[in-house]
């Protein structure tokens, strides 16, 4: 779940400002608090972001761990190595 504190930090990410009970008090002195139309906006275009990469988080829990990929170098199981993953990918598949 993105939050008001995540889109704040994208836009602007040296603000200083706290969030409380879903308020903002801006503590920056230079920079300009965000509109709640403009932090509305970040965290929708932000949650898009996360929601088209979901394939990724899914992709890692299975892929082969790095324990595994290192012992199939070592062992000349390269071939092996990318089957498994071309496995995990096509049950996975990156939406464009």
């Known amino acids: 779940m993105i939050t008001k504190t995540d889109a704040i930090i994208s836009l602007l990410p040296e603000a200083s400002f706290v969030v409380r009970d879903n308020g903002i008090e801006w503590r920056d002195k230079v920079q300009t608090q965000p509109t709640e139309a403009e932090i509305q906006a970040e965290m929708t275009r932000l949650q898009a972001d996360y929601d088209s990469k979901q394939y990724q988080r899914d992709r890692k829990s ?16 390269l071939d092996d190595l990318q089957i498994k993953r071309q496995v995990v990918k096509d049950k996975y598949p990156k939406e464009i």
């Open 62 to 77: 299975e892929y082969p761990s790095i324990e595994e990929c290192v012992h199939a170098i070592l062992d000349g199981e």
